[in-house]
């Protein structure tokens, strides 16, 4: 019998596994489902289009051709209501009942809301899908001033893209630097300079407490728990994910805080998987469970699902992952998990160039890299051999990183 495959969700992690999935199973039935209304795109790159410096062509990744010439067959438009594991069929909110013998959840996540006072104004945006995107713009080529709500990766994009439309931009953070978990304040420091040098203004110890609104509902100020007043024609938040699991509500799959699966990307549930940022996945290299939001992962880890649907535990997922930013004069990379570690190193070599690594147990669990990305191959991949580095955070740290200069790896 004709083996069928459903895959919910056609991001990275959906696409690349129905990719995978025609590779492995040539004679399958391959189905895609998503709410969107646009097949697969690239998520990364609608900051830019949202900056006006990318037309919409580029962004797309497939088209509707692309699942025709494999066999795939794809719903656009259609949100998936619920899973039934013990018949095995998932159920659309059309009604339409469709049977799988495996099932791939690749959901993703939804940006959180502020929990304020008119967050859900209009004119206050959250930034996820090219729709999002395409509203941002609208109103960053209308609007003269915004306000940026969330100190992290996503954050950064909807200041960037506020300093390429010339908005007058306030960031509000609510510690004292952006992505203060992964960064020192030294470091985050480069950051607030480059910031300021597109006319972004950080402003610390601040947050949300409210957004005012005229009469027609549109956000006209936000005011911060200080009682400070910041108007605005427009807002842009980006303080986190929900992930998308109400599908999996009474299926018995285990959740905590994500999806968990195990290094084969299988839940807990037989014959479900999950890929890509709804995951909280055995992690081979931390020997824990991890989560990572990152696009790389979330292909690794669609194809990785998508071999193990096909042949059970043929595949594991091992992977340090990466998250680059393009917006300022000098790059800028974390790998791994930047956030985490009971032990770190960093070093500021000039106003543009600092790196920071976080370690666990002495082994690279994540770092940062700013001004020159020189050495991130090589952190990345002692990390992979989770080599014990710890005690040898001068060598670590040398401007010009050499590997070879690090004492031989002790058998453990
Ligand atoms: C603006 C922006 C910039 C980014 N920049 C970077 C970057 O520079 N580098 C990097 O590594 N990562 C970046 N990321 C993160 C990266 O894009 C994500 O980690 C990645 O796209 C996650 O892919 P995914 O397939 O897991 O989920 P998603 O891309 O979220 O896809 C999930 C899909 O499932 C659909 N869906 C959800 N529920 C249902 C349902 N019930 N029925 C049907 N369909 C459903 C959703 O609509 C969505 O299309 C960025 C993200 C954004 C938003």
Redo the contacts with the bound molecule.
């Keep these: 019998m004709t083996e069928s495959y459903v895959i919910?969700?056609?991001?990275?992690?959906?696409?690349s596994a129905a990719e995978t999935l025609r590779e492995e199973a040539p004679d399958a039935d391959i189905t895609v489902?998503?709410?969107?209304g646009e097949a697969l795109y690239n998520?990364?790159?609608?900051?830019e289009f949202?900056k006006g410096k990318l037309p919409e062509a580029p962004i797309s990744i497939h088209d509707e051709s692309w699942y025709d010439e494999r066999d795939v067959e794809l719903s656009l438009n259609?949100?998936?209501?619920n899973i039934d594991p013990d018949a095995h069929t998932i159920e659309?909110h059309q009604g339409d009942v469709i049977d799988y013998d495996k099932l791939l959840v690749?959901?993703?996540?939804?940006?959180t809301q502020l929990p304020v006072e008119n967050s859900d104004a209009e004119g206050v945006h959250h930034?996820?899908?090219f729709q999002?995107?395409r509203n941002i713009k609208e109103s960053a080529e209308s609007g003269d001033k915004a306000v940026i709500v969330g100190a992290g990766?996503?954050g950064i994009?909807l200041a960037a893209i506020s300093g390429a439309q010339d908005i007058e931009a306030k960031y509000l953070m609510r510690g004292n630097a952006w992505w203060r978990y992964a960064l020192s304040e030294e470091g985050a420091e480069i950051m607030h300079n480059a910031m300021r040098d597109i006319g972004v203004e950080p402003v610390f110890g601040s947050g949300v407490d409210h957004f005012e609104t005229d009469d027609d509902g549109h956000v006209t100020a936000a005011v911060d728990p200080n009682g400070d007043r910041f108007e605005c024609d427009w807002a842009g938040v980006a303080i986190g994910l929900n992930f998308?699991t109400?599908?999996l509500q009474g299926t018995g799959v285990k959740q905590d805080d994500g999806v968990v699966v195990d290094q084969h990307m299988q839940s807990s549930v037989d014959d479900i998987y999950a890929?890509?940022?709804?995951?909280r996945f055995y992690d081979t290299i931390l020997g824990e469970y991890g989560q990572?939001?990152?696009?790389?992962?979330?292909?690794e880890?669609?194809t990785i699902a998508a071999k193990n649907m096909v042949d059970p535990e043929s595949a594991e997922f091992r992977w340090v992952?990466?998250?680059?930013?393009?917006h300022f004069d000098f790059p800028f990379l974390s790998f791994g998990h930047p956030t985490i570690g009971d032990d770190e190193v960093e070093k500021k070599y000039s106003d543009t160039e600092y790196r920071r690594l976080a370690l666990k147990d002495g082994k690279i669990v994540g770092g940062v890299l700013i001004g020159d990305l020189a050495p991130q191959s090589a952190y990345k991949r002692l990390m992979k051999e989770e080599r014990v580095v710890g005690d040898q955070k001068d060598v670590l740290m040398q401007k010009k990183f050499d590997p070879d200069e690090l004492a031989p790896a002790q058998e453990q």
């Design positions: 919910i969700g056609d991001g990275i992690a959906g696409s489902i998503t709410d969107e998520r990364i790159l609608i900051k949202a259609t949100h998936v209501k659309t690749a959901t993703g996540g939804t940006p930034f996820w899908t999002d995107a990766l996503l994009d998308n109400e599908i890929a890509g940022d709804l995951t990572n939001g990152s696009w790389g992962s979330a292909k880890q669609g992952s990466s998250y680059s930013i393009t």
